[in-house]
């Protein structure tokens, strides 16, 4: 018999707790061990009872889902995935979550609404069983800390002759904050990004990586021509494509049905840069679930 995930739910709401506890029972392949009503009760959970996921609420009492984070990556490297309501409404703390070492993030419905979360369940288990097979040695390097903000010189750069195009899903936003802040700022290419991300987030996200990059990033618009040297991250809920119009290569955006179950996705994306620019196209797939981008 193969061994169920156990999972840790940690979450300030009674009522959270009990749906995702319910949400998670239901799948055969994962079990909640253990409940937290804050950051205390869930360090000391982690430390008993050694679960294999945790789930982690962001805004709570004694010890907050920041803290609480930062505790246990230090400590008991654990993959985490960050399901708090401050997330729809507070992108910035989601973003130092996943920088802290958070594998991936949820964001809960507005209204403690069961109808609404329930919503979420078959991405709430596809990423805890993503979350479960990345080894502690991966999270481990994974752990970010703060990184130093870099100061650049914007000036008006080259149309584009070649493009980077990257797809990235869960555990994506570490690596795409290990790798992009390397790149040199002279870099000769353009750069393409999908991860997967809903609306609300993906422009903070392109703000923390500008603010952290020799290269600029930035969430890419309708209209946007591909520059080299600069980063465009496709916004939540919308696929990003490259056109060619007035000889320049531009950045489309639509909402064309999701791919794979995802919008952004990263095929049309590659698809489009192929056909644009060509044997000057080079494609990178990060991490992640699924068969987007493959």
Known sequence: MTKKINVLVVDDSPFIRRVLKDMINSDPELEVCCEAKNGIEAIEAVRTLKPDVITLDIEMPQLNGLDTLKFIMNKYPTPVIMISSLTQEGAEATIRALEYGAVDFIPKPSSYISTGIRELKSEILAKIKEAARVPPRFLKFRRLGLLESQKKIRMKKDVAKSVIAIAASTGGPQSLLRVIPKLPA????????????PPGFTRSFAQRLDNVSRIEVKEAEEGDVVEEGKAYLAPGGYH??????????????????KIHGVRPAADPMMISAAKIFGRKTVGVVMTGMGKDGA
Not at 186 to 197: E, P, R, T, W, Y
Not at 240 to 257: C, S
């Open 240 to 257: 990003m494509e490259v056109v060619m119009r007035a000889k320049k290569p531009r950045i489309t955006l639509n909402k064309k049905p």
């Open 186 to 197: 002279d870099i000769k290419s353009g750069i393409l990004i999908v991860q997967h991300m």
